[in-house]
């Protein structure tokens, strides 16, 4: 059975894909825990809410700084 959406877990690949960034920002974003994620053994794995929820908190952030 598929995961729901809120379920939905994704591996560094995936997570660089949905996000569309390279290899070394995804790891360096997760290695200092600027993105929400867990090391699973030596992979690291994300709940799609969650990333969902870092992208509408930035967003809000950089809304409210003046910051484009």
């Known amino acids: ?21 390279p290899r070394s920002t995804a790891y360096r974003l997760a290695q200092e825990g600027r993105i929400p994620g867990q090391k699973v053994g030596k992979q690291w794995r994300f709940r799609k809410a969650a990333i969902d929820r870092w992208l509408e908190q930035n967003e809000r952030n950089e809304g409210s700084d003046g910051k484009a």
């Open 1 to 21: 059975m598929p995961d729901s959406p809120e379920e939905q877990v994704f591996t560094l690949e995936e997570l660089m894909a949905y996000l569309k960034i």
